[in-house]
């Protein structure tokens, strides 16, 4: 099914229903925003005293302090490579200060996207290096003058900006601890040197909803389009009548859960993600991915190239075993790093494993080339043996793999890059 079908297909008004795929983005940051912010302050204590309110602390870092595993289940898709450190802006108030400390060699970034998930700005090592830095934030109506001390100002495009850090980490515990040290100096302010943080209703319990009543819908849109403006040449036909409202969303929720339609990259991969700064007008990717990959990050930064099936096209299951080859020379083509992490299908999380593995990569410690300089790395249930790059996959289930690509080369980006099938023994 194409796009067009999926917009005009069903007996609905298409402006109603083209509304909807363009506000979606909107009710999808706002609803991340309220699973991802903190009831409480680390000086300033409780948004609220009472716990039932949906009262929520923006302007904060939140922070993971070690990498994602099998029993960790808030996030589909999760990567093995690096700590998060999460924020949410709210600029209404005035501009604000971020400061991130010198990360050394590591790879990290702090990607900027506004409420309509355009992953407009970056602050990090592929952009602008790792030193000590400091940088301002403010709304498109701000119009004061930065101190001397700024090494980076940043002009957001509405008044709130979810920032998603990913700091690389090793899984030694020293690596963890010396992370966890970058992390806590990572801090938001105000100009003249306050702590930024500001209590926000987010109007949700935090609690997962798969479809919203229209109700929530409309007033979280309404309210994230009268603080953040729709990108220039758009104009979403809003508000829509309730009724009509309340009888489309399942099916346009259902419709972009469904019909995925990630870009073909051959030999059984696909990339569910194209885009580098903007969406521009094509709302309709650009609710897929809200609906399905929220959060994502422009390919520049990182690729995440996908395969469900083998070789034969057949999907990944695992009561067999599977080969990934890279030819000598011809592996992943990265200026930071690269992994293969594998997932269960009916899940979407990692595979438990007496090996405690969940990602294969270059910087996997031992990792074992041929005589002829050629990496293969073995998917399958069963341990085969010494010298064999494994990576478990579940007995008997179906599985997927992601090729996460972190600041990838022009071969990727320009999609000349061969990737290898991956071949059933």
């Avoid at 409420?115 to 830095?133: D, E, I, L, M």
């Amino acid at each position: 099914m194409n796009d067009e079908s999926i917009l005009h297909n069903a007996p609905i008004d298409a402006t109603i229903r083209g509304a909807v795929i363009q506000t979606l983005p909107l009710f999808e940051m706002m609803r991340m925003r309220a699973v991802t912010t903190a009831r409480r302050h680390a000086v300033l204590g409780f948004a609220s005293d009472d716990r039932a309110l949906p009262l929520r602390w923006v302007n904060q870092f939140t922070h993971t302090h070690r990498r994602l595993g099998p029993n960790d289940r808030e996030v589909v898709s999760p990567n093995n490579d690096t700590v998060y450190s999460n924020a949410w802006l709210d600029l209404s108030e005035g501009p604000v200060l971020i400061d991130s400390p010198d990360m050394g060699e590591r790879y990290w970034t702090l990607g900027l996207l506004d409420a309509w998930t355009n992953p407009f700005a970056y602050v990090g090592r592929r952009t602008t290096g790792s030193h000590r830095q400091r940088t301002l934030v403010h709304s498109p109506g701000w119009h004061g003058t930065s101190s001397d001390d700024v090494t980076h100002v940043i002009t957001a495009p509405g008044a709130d900006v979810w920032i998603i850090g990913r700091i690389l980490v090793d899984s030694d515990e020293a690596d963890i601890a010396r992370v966890r040290v970058l992390q806590d100096q990572l801090r938001i302010s105000r100009l003249d040197g306050r702590d930024a943080a500001t209590r926000v209703d987010t109007r949700l319990d935090g609690h997962p909803v798969e479809v919203p009543s229209a109700t929530l819908y409309e007033a979280l849109v309404d309210e994230a389009l009268a603080r953040n403006p729709p990108p220039v040449g758009e104009r979403p036909d809003w508000p829509v009548a309730p009724e009509a409202l309340a009888a489309l969303l399942p099916r346009v929720f259902d419709e972009l859960r469904r019909h995925a339609q990630p870009h073909e990259l051959g030999g059984g991969w696909a990339i569910p993600v194209t885009v580098r700064t903007s969406w521009g007008q094509d709302y309709l990717t650009r609710a897929r991915v809200a609906r399905n990959f929220i959060g994502a990050l422009g390919v520049e930064e990182a690729m995440y190239p996908t395969a469900e099936i083998d070789a034969d096209g057949k999907p990944l299951d695992g009561t067999y075993a599977y080969e990934l080859r890279f030819p000598p020379g011809a592996g992943p083509k990265v200026g930071a790093f690269w992994s293969l992490t594998l997932y269960r299908r009916s899940d979407c999380l990692f595979v438990a494993n007496a090996l405690g593995r969940y990602s294969i990569g270059d910087r996997t410690p031992g990792l074992s080339y041929d005589a002829d300089g050629s990496l293969a790395i073995r998917l399958q249930a069963a341990d085969p043996g010494p010298g064999v790059n494994w990576l478990p996959a579940p007995p008997g289930e179906l599985f997927y793999v992601v090729l996460r690509l972190y600041q990838p080369h022009a071969d990727h980006l320009e999609y000349r890059y061969a990737y290898p099938p991956l071949r059933r023994l």
